[in-house]
Protein backbone atom coordinates (compact mmCIF):
# COMPACT_ATOMS: atom_id res chain seq x y z
CA UNK A 1 0.00 0.00 0.00
CA UNK A 2 1.59 3.16 -0.92
CA UNK A 3 2.11 5.46 1.86
CA UNK A 4 0.81 9.44 1.19
CA UNK A 5 3.40 11.50 1.62
CA UNK A 6 4.02 12.84 4.94
CA UNK A 7 3.07 16.99 4.92
CA UNK A 8 6.04 18.87 5.67
CA UNK A 9 7.09 22.51 7.23
CA UNK A 10 6.56 25.04 5.10
CA UNK A 11 9.62 26.05 3.53
CA UNK A 12 10.28 29.95 5.22
CA UNK A 13 8.01 32.18 7.16
CA UNK A 14 8.18 35.46 7.42
CA UNK A 15 7.51 35.64 11.16
CA UNK A 16 9.63 38.80 11.83
CA UNK A 17 11.18 39.45 15.51
CA UNK A 18 11.12 36.08 17.29
CA UNK A 19 11.54 37.80 21.17
CA UNK A 20 9.14 39.63 23.35
CA UNK A 21 8.82 42.95 23.64
CA UNK A 22 12.20 44.20 25.86
CA UNK A 23 10.99 45.17 29.51
CA UNK A 24 7.50 43.18 29.41
CA UNK A 25 7.48 39.86 30.16
CA UNK A 26 3.47 39.58 29.59
CA UNK A 27 2.97 41.03 25.97
CA UNK A 28 -0.16 42.58 25.65
CA UNK A 29 -2.40 41.57 22.79
CA UNK A 30 -1.72 43.46 19.52
CA UNK A 31 -4.57 44.33 17.27
CA UNK A 32 -5.41 41.50 14.97
CA UNK A 33 -4.24 41.74 11.13
CA UNK A 34 -6.55 42.86 8.59
CA UNK A 35 -8.29 39.98 7.19
CA UNK A 36 -5.78 38.64 3.48
CA UNK A 37 -7.24 39.87 0.44
CA UNK A 38 -7.80 36.36 -0.76
CA UNK A 39 -10.02 33.24 1.18
CA UNK A 40 -8.08 30.57 2.05
CA UNK A 41 -8.14 27.37 -0.29
CA UNK A 42 -10.74 25.25 0.15
CA UNK A 43 -10.18 21.58 1.52
CA UNK A 44 -11.87 19.00 0.14
CA UNK A 45 -12.23 15.67 2.22
CA UNK A 46 -11.85 12.36 0.12
CA UNK A 47 -13.04 9.89 2.48
CA UNK A 48 -12.89 11.56 5.54
CA UNK A 49 -9.42 12.02 4.79
CA UNK A 50 -7.50 15.00 3.67
CA UNK A 51 -4.58 15.35 1.38
CA UNK A 52 -1.60 16.54 2.82
CA UNK A 53 -0.91 18.66 -0.07
CA UNK A 54 -3.96 20.50 0.11
CA UNK A 55 -2.60 21.28 4.12
CA UNK A 56 0.06 22.43 3.81
CA UNK A 57 -0.74 25.67 1.87
CA UNK A 58 -3.92 26.03 3.97
CA UNK A 59 -1.42 25.78 7.20
CA UNK A 60 1.25 28.03 5.88
CA UNK A 61 -1.65 30.77 5.73
CA UNK A 62 -2.68 30.00 9.19
CA UNK A 63 0.95 30.61 10.56
CA UNK A 64 1.20 33.78 8.59
CA UNK A 65 -2.04 35.13 9.88
CA UNK A 66 -0.82 34.41 13.85
CA UNK A 67 2.37 35.96 12.61
CA UNK A 68 0.30 38.70 11.25
CA UNK A 69 -2.40 38.87 14.52
CA UNK A 70 0.80 38.88 16.89
CA UNK A 71 2.42 35.82 17.52
CA UNK A 72 6.30 36.33 17.46
CA UNK A 73 7.55 33.59 18.90
CA UNK A 74 8.85 31.43 16.43
CA UNK A 75 8.97 28.09 18.41
CA UNK A 76 5.31 28.62 18.76
CA UNK A 77 4.74 29.71 14.76
CA UNK A 78 6.92 26.55 14.16
CA UNK A 79 4.81 24.18 16.13
CA UNK A 80 1.03 25.35 15.11
CA UNK A 81 2.74 25.01 11.44
CA UNK A 82 3.69 21.40 12.14
CA UNK A 83 1.03 19.89 13.53
CA UNK A 84 -1.93 18.99 11.14
CA UNK A 85 -5.07 20.26 12.59
CA UNK A 86 -7.02 18.90 10.20
CA UNK A 87 -6.20 15.08 11.63
CA UNK A 88 -8.44 16.77 14.68
CA UNK A 89 -11.72 17.72 13.45
CA UNK A 90 -14.45 15.95 11.92
CA UNK A 91 -14.52 15.33 8.33
CA UNK A 92 -17.30 17.65 7.71
CA UNK A 93 -15.60 20.36 9.37
CA UNK A 94 -12.53 19.95 6.97
CA UNK A 95 -12.61 22.62 4.99
CA UNK A 96 -12.74 24.96 7.61
CA UNK A 97 -9.93 22.89 9.65
CA UNK A 98 -7.29 26.12 9.11
CA UNK A 99 -9.80 29.01 9.71
CA UNK A 100 -9.23 31.06 12.78
CA UNK A 101 -12.41 29.57 14.29
CA UNK A 102 -13.10 27.27 17.59
CA UNK A 103 -14.85 23.92 15.63
CA UNK A 104 -17.46 21.51 17.98
CA UNK A 105 -15.72 18.24 18.99
CA UNK A 106 -18.39 16.67 20.24
CA UNK A 107 -20.12 16.55 23.70
CA UNK A 108 -20.10 20.33 23.34
CA UNK A 109 -16.92 20.52 23.49
CA UNK A 110 -14.50 23.03 21.18
CA UNK A 111 -11.38 22.91 19.43
CA UNK A 112 -9.79 26.04 20.57
CA UNK A 113 -9.24 28.59 17.95
CA UNK A 114 -5.74 28.74 16.45
CA UNK A 115 -4.67 32.00 17.35
CA UNK A 116 -5.82 31.35 21.38
CA UNK A 117 -3.77 28.23 21.09
CA UNK A 118 -0.92 30.09 19.79
CA UNK A 119 -1.49 33.12 22.29
CA UNK A 120 -1.57 31.28 25.21
CA UNK A 121 1.19 28.60 24.33
CA UNK A 122 3.51 31.79 23.61
CA UNK A 123 2.70 33.45 27.28
CA UNK A 124 3.63 30.21 28.67
CA UNK A 125 6.99 30.36 26.97
CA UNK A 126 7.59 33.64 27.77
CA UNK A 127 7.20 32.80 31.50
CA UNK A 128 7.45 28.84 32.21
CA UNK A 129 10.82 27.39 32.51
CA UNK A 130 12.71 26.45 30.12
CA UNK A 131 15.95 24.03 29.84
CA UNK A 132 18.61 24.61 27.39
CA UNK A 133 17.48 23.34 24.37
CA UNK A 134 14.91 26.26 25.11
CA UNK A 135 11.97 24.26 25.30
CA UNK A 136 9.31 24.00 28.42
CA UNK A 137 10.39 21.20 31.25
CA UNK A 138 6.98 19.14 31.63
CA UNK A 139 3.88 20.72 31.31
CA UNK A 140 0.28 19.68 32.31
CA UNK A 141 -2.55 20.62 29.68
CA UNK A 142 -6.27 20.86 31.33
CA UNK A 143 -9.24 19.94 29.24
CA UNK A 144 -7.56 17.39 26.18
CA UNK A 145 -10.73 17.85 23.92
CA UNK A 146 -9.44 16.04 20.60
CA UNK A 147 -6.01 16.67 21.56
CA UNK A 148 -4.50 19.13 19.50
CA UNK A 149 -3.33 21.37 22.06
CA UNK A 150 -1.67 18.56 23.78
CA UNK A 151 0.20 17.70 20.06
CA UNK A 152 1.12 21.18 19.66
CA UNK A 153 2.50 21.75 23.32
CA UNK A 154 4.26 18.48 22.77
CA UNK A 155 6.38 20.32 19.91
CA UNK A 156 7.94 22.72 22.52
CA UNK A 157 8.21 21.02 25.89
CA UNK A 158 9.87 17.67 27.08
CA UNK A 159 6.90 16.18 28.16
CA UNK A 160 2.83 16.88 28.63
CA UNK A 161 0.66 15.72 30.35
CA UNK A 162 -2.64 16.24 28.70
CA UNK A 163 -5.97 15.40 31.57
CA UNK A 164 -9.49 15.45 29.97
CA UNK A 165 -12.33 14.16 32.34
CA UNK A 166 -14.89 13.00 29.25
CA UNK A 167 -14.32 9.92 28.57
CA UNK A 168 -15.29 9.94 24.85
CA UNK A 169 -12.49 12.91 24.60
CA UNK A 170 -9.99 11.25 26.08
CA UNK A 171 -10.62 8.12 23.76
CA UNK A 172 -11.15 10.36 20.79
CA UNK A 173 -7.96 12.02 21.69
CA UNK A 174 -6.20 8.73 21.85
CA UNK A 175 -7.14 7.80 18.32
CA UNK A 176 -6.04 10.84 17.09
CA UNK A 177 -2.51 10.51 18.54
CA UNK A 178 -2.08 6.84 18.03
CA UNK A 179 -0.81 7.35 14.29
CA UNK A 180 1.21 10.00 15.30
CA UNK A 181 3.44 7.88 17.30
CA UNK A 182 4.29 10.62 19.95
CA UNK A 183 6.47 9.83 22.61
CA UNK A 184 6.67 12.68 25.47
CA UNK A 185 2.65 13.40 25.26
CA UNK A 186 0.69 11.58 27.70
CA UNK A 187 -3.25 11.55 27.85
CA UNK A 188 -4.70 11.02 31.20
CA UNK A 189 -8.70 10.30 32.19
CA UNK A 190 -9.43 12.36 35.21
CA UNK A 191 -10.71 15.36 36.95
CA UNK A 192 -7.73 18.26 35.87
CA UNK A 193 -9.38 20.48 38.94
CA UNK A 194 -6.62 18.33 41.40
CA UNK A 195 -4.37 18.68 38.69
CA UNK A 196 -1.93 15.64 38.02
CA UNK A 197 0.16 15.20 41.63
CA UNK A 198 2.30 12.64 39.70
CA UNK A 199 3.98 14.88 36.66
CA UNK A 200 4.56 17.95 39.69
CA UNK A 201 6.07 20.55 40.05
CA UNK A 202 4.86 21.52 36.48
CA UNK A 203 7.48 23.93 34.19
CA UNK A 204 3.90 25.62 32.77
CA UNK A 205 0.45 24.67 33.54
CA UNK A 206 -2.41 25.63 30.52
CA UNK A 207 -6.12 25.07 30.95
CA UNK A 208 -8.92 25.24 28.05
CA UNK A 209 -11.74 25.12 30.42
CA UNK A 210 -12.81 28.33 32.69
CA UNK A 211 -13.78 28.73 36.00
CA UNK A 212 -14.81 31.27 38.61
CA UNK A 213 -11.38 30.41 40.79
CA UNK A 214 -8.21 28.64 40.18
CA UNK A 215 -8.16 25.74 41.88
CA UNK A 216 -5.52 25.60 44.34
CA UNK A 217 -3.91 22.07 43.23
CA UNK A 218 -2.68 24.17 40.22
CA UNK A 219 -0.63 26.23 42.07
CA UNK A 220 1.08 23.50 44.14
CA UNK A 221 2.01 21.91 41.61
CA UNK A 222 3.62 24.58 39.22
CA UNK A 223 7.46 24.56 40.23
CA UNK A 224 9.06 27.55 41.33
CA UNK A 225 10.12 30.04 38.06
CA UNK A 226 6.83 28.39 36.46
CA UNK A 227 3.88 29.53 34.73
CA UNK A 228 -0.13 28.79 34.38
CA UNK A 229 -2.12 30.40 31.74
CA UNK A 230 -5.52 30.09 31.75
CA UNK A 231 -9.05 31.38 31.17
CA UNK A 232 -11.20 32.63 34.95
CA UNK A 233 -14.80 34.04 35.16
CA UNK A 234 -14.07 37.76 35.25
CA UNK A 235 -17.46 39.11 36.12
CA UNK A 236 -21.10 37.70 35.36
CA UNK A 237 -20.92 35.93 31.88
CA UNK A 238 -17.31 36.76 31.33
CA UNK A 239 -13.79 35.49 31.06
CA UNK A 240 -10.36 36.73 31.16
CA UNK A 241 -6.83 35.31 30.62
CA UNK A 242 -5.10 34.71 33.53
CA UNK A 243 -1.43 34.19 33.85
CA UNK A 244 0.01 33.63 37.45
CA UNK A 245 3.80 33.38 37.96
CA UNK A 246 5.13 31.48 40.84
CA UNK A 247 8.26 32.21 42.54
CA UNK A 248 9.39 31.35 45.84
CA UNK A 249 8.32 35.23 47.04
CA UNK A 250 4.67 33.89 46.32
CA UNK A 251 2.69 34.33 43.18
CA UNK A 252 1.82 37.02 40.86
CA UNK A 253 -1.29 37.17 38.97
CA UNK A 254 -2.27 39.25 35.83
CA UNK A 255 -5.08 39.17 34.07
CA UNK A 256 -5.38 40.08 30.33
CA UNK A 257 -7.95 40.25 27.74
CA UNK A 258 -11.46 38.51 27.24
CA UNK A 259 -11.57 35.10 26.48
CA UNK A 260 -14.47 32.53 25.92
CA UNK A 261 -13.56 29.00 27.26
CA UNK A 262 -16.18 26.22 27.44
CA UNK A 263 -16.30 25.60 31.31
CA UNK A 264 -14.28 23.95 33.63
CA UNK A 265 -16.52 21.11 35.46
CA UNK A 266 -15.29 18.66 38.35
CA UNK A 267 -15.49 14.66 38.29
CA UNK A 268 -14.98 12.20 35.10
CA UNK A 269 -17.99 11.57 33.48
N1 LIG B 1 -7.31 21.78 24.28
C1 LIG B 1 -8.47 21.25 23.61
C2 LIG B 1 -9.67 22.10 23.90
C3 LIG B 1 -10.82 21.27 24.40
S1 LIG B 1 -12.16 22.19 25.10
C4 LIG B 1 -8.20 21.08 22.14
O1 LIG B 1 -7.12 21.35 21.66
O2 LIG B 1 -9.09 20.58 21.45
C5 LIG B 1 -11.85 22.02 26.82
C6 LIG B 1 -11.94 20.65 27.39
O3 LIG B 1 -11.83 20.77 28.82
C7 LIG B 1 -13.26 19.90 27.16
O4 LIG B 1 -12.99 18.73 26.46
C8 LIG B 1 -13.78 19.63 28.56
O5 LIG B 1 -14.41 18.36 28.69
C9 LIG B 1 -12.50 19.68 29.38
N2 LIG B 1 -12.67 19.88 30.81
C10 LIG B 1 -13.54 20.69 31.49
N3 LIG B 1 -13.37 20.57 32.81
C11 LIG B 1 -12.34 19.68 33.00
C12 LIG B 1 -11.71 19.13 34.13
N4 LIG B 1 -12.06 19.45 35.39
N5 LIG B 1 -10.71 18.23 33.95
C13 LIG B 1 -10.34 17.86 32.70
N6 LIG B 1 -10.89 18.35 31.58
C14 LIG B 1 -11.90 19.24 31.72
Known sequence: MATP???????????????????????????????????PPMLEGVGGQMAARDAIP???KMVQQLAEGGVRDAQVLRAMGAVDRHRFVDSALLAQ?????????????TISKPSVVARMIELLMQGGLRGADGKLGRVLDIGTGCGYQAVVLG?????????????????????????????????ILGD??????????????????????????????????????????????????????RSRQGVQQTILEAVNFVPLKSGVA
Do not use: C
Open 58 to 60: ARA
Open 192 to 245: GMAGFPKGAPYAGIIAAAGGESLPEAWIDQLAYGGRLVAPIASGPGQQALMVVD
Open 155 to 187: QLASEVYSIERLRDLHEKARANLRPLRIANVHL
Open 5 to 39: PRPGFPARLNIGQTSPAAGSRISPRRPSAPSLATP
Open 97 to 109: AYEDTALPIGLGQ
